[in-house]
């Protein structure tokens, strides 16, 4: 009898304490939760500072997230979107439905970034990676791929940010003649996926000579593999930046602590996660600087950024010439 009163009591204890602990649920894309990837260290991390419980909820690829918080609107139950890029910001923050972060913390990205909306937590510059064993020599242009008979994975640039990243990447590289472009590359395209980790995983199956990705994505091959069979070519026209942002919304009901997880990205704690377990550049370089394997990737020879105002008038008429390229 007095153990069942024991057992009941300790419950509710456990149930009041666990009622007490403010929650703070963080919307990122599917790939950034995974075993392998940074948010259960993140999570970690975080909660052992907080006295919080941190959760991740998902919605596909980053170009997705945007459509969930505009789907959900202010009544969303999120309090911060993590994985929106340079690419996206304009159209998020024409929703109304982000607040100002107010932080001035330094960055180390390789070109000029503030936005009083959102905070970079990483970055890379896009890529098409191939297998060196497979593929002797790589094109090192948009031209000379056209020109090829390699075929190339891609993502969809309505649901995944390395997709609309392809697609600023060939408005900022040629502009007018863009159209043109997405036409001689048609043929050499064989599938086009929702997300990232569809489309690399198809490549490392050998359904293709190349995928869209990043400079960074053979430094997990060499670094968690050992292996350095995969590379990234390097394309004369320069290579599409992509800086990867972090947002509160303004409807959140843990204000405080969604400002606080803001700052907690720009510490050495998140940062140091970000080069072996996102693959990407960090938005801040640790203090221990990037891991061995780093200095092995290609420095492209120009970067290449649209401005989000930019990129956001471009996307429609862009979205319109690959749709058109890909479904003749």
């Known amino acids: 009898m007095r153990s069942s009163i024991f057992a009941a009591g300790f419950c509710a204890v456990a149930t009041m304490a666990a009622a007490d602990t403010p929650v703070l649920t963080v919307l990122t894309y599917d790939s950034f939760v995974t075993e392998w990837g940074p948010g259960p260290a993140v999570e970690k991390a975080f909660e052992a500072d907080c006295a919080c419980d941190l959760r991740f909820t998902t919605a596909g ?17 999120t309090d911060v979107v993590l994985g929106l890029d340079t690419n996206l910001t304009a159209a998020a923050a024409a929703t109304g439905l982000f607040a100002p972060h107010g932080m001035t913390g330094a960055n180390t990205l390789p070109v000029p970034f503030a936005d009083p909306l959102f905070l970079p937590f990483d970055w890379g510059w896009f890529a098409f990676v191939y297998d060196r064993t497979r593929l002797a020599t790589p094109p090192t242009s948009f031209g000379a791929l056209a020109a090829s ?40 395209i064989v599938t086009v996926t929702p997300g990232w980790s569809e489309a690399y995983g198809l490549f490392l199956e050998g359904e293709a000579d190349m ?7 053979p430094a997990y091959h060499l ?16 290579h599409y930046l992509q800086v990867e942002v972090a947002g509160k919304l303004a409807a959140t009901d843990q204000p405080a602590l969604a400002d606080r997880f803001l700052a907690f990205i720009g510490t050495d704690a998140f940062q140091s996660l970000i080069p072996t377990t996102n693959w990407m550049y960090p938005a801040v370089t640790p203090a221990a600087g990037l ?4 200095d092995t990737l290609i420095i492209p020879a120009a970067s290449l950024l649209l401005s989000a105002d930019d990129a956001a008038k471009l996307r429609p008429g862009a979205l319109d010439a690959w749709r058109a390229a890909l479904a003749r």
């Not at 690829?61 to 139950?77: K, M, N, P, T, Y």
């Not at 891991?291 to 780093?294: D, I, K, S, V």
């Open 149 to 188: 008979d390699l075929t190339v994975i891609i993502q969809d640039p309505r649901s995944s940010t390395p997709g609309l990243g392809l697609l600023m990447w060939v408005e900022a590289a040629y502009g007018a003649r863009a159209p043109d472009i997405w036409a001689a590359l048609a043929d050499n």
């Open 223 to 238: 670094i968690a593999e050992g292996d350095d069979t995969k590379a990234a070519a390097p394309f004369a026209e320069g």
């Open 211 to 217: 995928v869209l990705s990043y400079t960074t994505s």
């Open 61 to 77: 690829d980053g170009a997705a997230l945007l459509a969930r918080v505009q789907l959900e609107g202010a009544g969303s139950d």
């Open 291 to 294: 891991p061995g394997g780093f």
